[in-house]
T-cell receptor
Framework: GDSVTQMEGPVTLSEEAFLTINCTYT??????LFWYVQYPGEGLQLLLK?????DKGSNKGFEATYRKETTSFHLEKGSVQVSDSAVYFC?????????????FGTGTRLQVTL | ETGVTQTPRHLVMGMTNKKSLKCEQH?????MYWYKQSAKKPLELMFV???????ENNSVPSRFSPECPNSSHLFLHLHTLQPEDSALYLC????????????FGEGSRLTVL
């Protein structure tokens, strides 16, 4: 079945550092890929998405590129802020983009310090 | 203010109690979901309700019982729970089921003693 693997956290960075959170997936066909973010005490929010190979999703300074050859969708940000401290979830949905079949990773906690 | 509201935010119950979690969405969406979030585990889809389908994860114990009286409200009825059921229960909604874009509530933190 489909699966998503994320790097173990927590990831601790100083403000203005470069961020990479790795995500790889296993799926048949051409899934859509997503990054969700969960700030402390809140539910998940969609951060960005990509629906086909080589697409780049971006939002709030975060970017991720859909790499089919490496089955990856790594999240990057050039300069993190304290307010980016949260848990980040990679997710995929099957080729039909069915939300009822979203598969999430375990989440990676990011802590940014001054 | 979030478009998806969950109550209560925190719940402590004994193993013999009966309680319910409530979710309401103000986004005009047609699909609603219950997810279970446990530490160091992927989010687990429990139930989906939409105009097109009702999906149940067959691994969810019968002590969890969903109810969806209309497209704006979703309940999760709880009875004779176990301590391992302690988790954050997240409600979500989406315009339909043909999208991976979900809108989540803040969750109900459940502790079973």
């Amino acid at each position: 079945g489909d699966s998503v693997t994320q790097m173990e956290g927590p990831v601790t960075l100083s403000e203005e550092a470069f961020l990479t959170i790795n995500c790889t997936y296993t799926a048949t066909g051409y899934p859509s890929l997503f990054w969700y973010v969960q700030y402390p005490g809140e539910g998940l929010q969609l951060l960005l998405k990509a629906t086909k190979a080589d697409d780049k999703g971006s939002n709030k300074g975060f970017e991720a590129t859909y790499r089919k050859e490496t089955t990856s969708f790594h999240l990057e940000k050039g300069s993190v802020q304290v307010s980016d401290s949260a848990v980040y979830f990679c997710a995929l949905s099957p080729s039909t983009g069915t939300a009822s079949k979203l598969t999430f990773g375990t989440g990676t906690r990011l802590q940014v310090t001054l | 203010e979030t478009g998806v509201t969950q109550t209560p935010r925190h719940l402590v119950m004994g193993m013999t109690n009966k309680k319910s979690l409530k979710c309401e969405q103000h986004l005009g969406h047609n699909a609603m979901y219950w997810y279970k979030q446990s530490a160091k585990k992927p989010l687990e889809l429990m139930f989906v309700y939409s105009l097109e389908e009702r999906v149940e994860n067959n691994s969810v114990p019968s002590r969890f019982s969903p109810e969806c009286p209309n497209s704006s409200h979703l309940f999760l009825h709880l009875h004779t729970l176990q301590p391992e059921d302690s988790a954050l229960y997240l409600c979500a909604s989406s315009p339909g089921t043909n999208t991976g874009e979900l809108f989540f509530g803040e969750g109900s933190r459940l502790t079973v003693l």
